[in-house]
């Protein structure tokens, strides 16, 4: 670019004294000027640099202006170098058509008929140099833009970067040779809108509309990934981003923006996605020959060949045996025995260890006598990759291509990565089998060894089952033998007081009789909750409002000695507890904490929400999720290790002989695991013990308590319902059935399940079918109830047990119109729940 920056007046007016009168006014008037004597000398000039030019016009009219012209043709973009031409009087434009001819060769022109004023002349002069003085400005400007270009297209390089711009009124593409790089053009050769679009994978072409069309509409920059096919057959991606650019009006005028290849980094995120799904399946896998297949077909689909496969080798016959291959549409499989010399001579560097790679088939030497074989079978391009195990040539991984393709290092690195992984595979699994085989083996030698000593350990374990039992049975019988002693007394001394005539003092009797049956009740249950088959009542419960409703028992309980904390947690989650055994469980924790302090402490109750992790909830024997804990905590004598692995045993206890049944921590871990829960133990000797229960939250309000307003009458019947009883107990059966008859109820009873079925199917007017669950002859309780809903569906049931029996009841969910009564119940209760069944 022409760096001058002259801003002197060049004078041609050979003729004369013009050249002199110009240059002194010009000198007076403060610009520099300098005359020269032919136009040869003026064009010199010129071209070493000058600010304007002033010339005569008879100068220049006849006289062969080439040079001048092409001074003018060779000026940069920038410039547009000014003349004033002095002309003859009546020399105007309209008058002139030598002054039209210089009009068109010289351009930037101003015209000056003589004679002039000299401020005239200096005006114009003074013009010319400012417009000469502007053009320089905008070649500072244009050189300091092109450098930026320059810049631009350098970074655009380094970043492998392509740059574009599109015509949206024209559709005209322009793109920068590293664009078209991209695309697979040369530097120079044309790449028009049209041509994108055929090199745009036909797959892909309906995505790419779908992007230009968003970004119209919306004015969203235009971000799009395609797959581009090259003028060689081979494939590639692109990441194409743009924006749109309006013109002073707002309309959009094109959109600009830049391109990038990224096959690479398509390929190594395709590699990697099939590595991990090679991964994922080969674990999942024991057959060696489904996971050789499956590396077949992730190879074959990552790389998006014709085949891929794997075969054994017979390196003295120089075959390859295939039992299954991966197939595209349209290939046939290879399964079966291929002679190598069919196809060419690549059998010699496969026995020498070294991967064959063949582009084209046609092209290649070693394979030019086996061209036609390979292109039938699809595979005009191969990649074959010799497996060695002990220096030997055992097998072969090969991937096949219908068409010509160039291999990529990293086609090949990721074919040997999968051969590797699969290999390794395959060994880890034929190691496991043998080592199975082996401990299989072994644990055969033991157990026959061993089996002298499966019935002397037998014996000790019964040994120790029956110690349990006599344990239990001692202590059952202990308690009972105490309990029956209270009821057989009280009502042989009410028999007695009645034949007396003193009926008036039986009350006590009736009283004592009645406690000594609601402990044994209490025993039973305890019982039965260690055996996590107790019936419970669970429903939505807020642990805090039970604590608090329980403080001024749990203080008496304990004693003055005792101080207690309860510390309730804000927004406590609600769970689903059998409200009557968390309160029993809790002052039963409260009672061994108190027993614990012998000489007074202080027992904590503490509530919480938790969170449980896998790794939290594995600690604690829990599916993760949300629970409320309720912990106890004291400050007592502490447990030891051995006395807290045993403490959920039954009939274990630290107690001395007499003041504990061993049931009692039993009977809460058999209540909470029932519940779904958990408890745990934290404890050391001489720091106090902690006891915690875990119960699984529910979403779902607690209820609210209900008041107790003191005994009531009992509910009569309304109308005189039928209700069957079936118990196969008489005793029981004939107490309902008074109960009933005295309600007002009339009562049919029967003593097994199939003698109430026929019951219920002669008597249609039956209403409500009391029944045990547990019943003789092959039919209980629930089995009874859905045989009869067969025919009556609508018909009421409320089953009565004192054991849990899961698979019958359903685990606790029973079906709409079924309830439960547990055993033993008061008279009151009994008929309440009647009434309640019947009413709903």
Known sequence: ???????????????????????????????????????????????????????????????????????????????????????????????????????????????????FHPTTLISLARAARRARLRQYEARTRLVAINAGQERLRVALAAGGLGAWTMDLRSNDLHTSPECRAQYGRGADEPFSYPDLLDAIHPDDRAHMRAAVDRSLSTGEHYEVEYRIVWPDGSLHWIQVNGRLEHDSHGRVRQMVGVSQDVTARRRVLSHQAALIALGDGLREMTDPAEMSYLAAEIIGTTLGVSRAGYGLIDRANETITIERDWNSPGTVSLAGTLQFRDYGSYIDNLKRGEVVTIADARLDPRTSGGTAELEAIHARAFINMPVVDHGAFVALLYVNNKSVREWSPEDIAFMRDVADRTQAAIERRNAEAALAELAESLERQVEERTRESEAAQEQLRQAQKMEAVGQLTGGLAHDFNNLLTGISGGLELIEMRIKQGRSGEIGKYVEMARTAAKRAASLTHRLLAFSRRQTLDPKPTDINRLVASMDEFLRRSVGPAVEIEVVGAGGLWTTLVDANQLENALLNLCINARDAMPDGGRITIETANKWLDAAAARERDLPPGQYVSLCVTDTGTGMSPETIERAFDPFYTTKPIGEGTGLGLSMIYGFVRQSGGQVRIYSEMGEGTTMCLYFPRVHSQAQPEQDTVGAAPLPPSLVGETV??????????????????????????????????????????????????????????RQLADAARVDR??????????????????????????HVLTKPFAIDVLANRIREVIAS
């Open 1 to 115: 670019m022409n760096r001058t920056t002259a801003e002197n007046a060049l004078i041609l007016a050979p003729r004369g004294r013009d050249a002199d009168v110009a240059q002194a006014m010009l000198r007076e008037a403060g610009l520099e000027a300098a005359a020269v004597p032919d136009l040869a000398s003026f064009v010199q000039t010129l071209r070493g640099g000058a600010g304007f030019a002033i010339v005569t016009e008879e100068t220049l009219r006849g006289a062969d202006l080439r040079d001048l012209a092409g001074f003018l043709a060779d000026q940069e973009e920038w410039s547009d170098f000014p003349f004033i031409v002095l002309t003859a009087r009546g020399g105007g434009l309209e008058r002139n058509p030598g002054a039209v001819r210089l009009l068109e060769t010289l351009g930037n022109v101003t015209f000056l008929e003589r004679p």
């Open 724 to 781: 069957l009883v079936v118990d196969d107990e008489p005793a029981v059966r004939a107490l309902i059935v008074d109960t009933l008859a005295e309600l007002g109820y009339d009562a049919m009873e029967a003593g097994d399940g199939v003698s109430g079925l026929a019951m219920l199917r002669a008597h249609p007017g039956i209403q409500l079918l009391v029944t045990d669950v547990g019943l003789p002859k092959g039919m209980n309780g």
């Open 793 to 818: 569906p609508d018909l009421k049931v409320l089953f009565i047990t004192g054991y849990a029996e899961n698979a019958v009841i359903g685990n606790g969910q029973l079906d709409p119109g079924m």
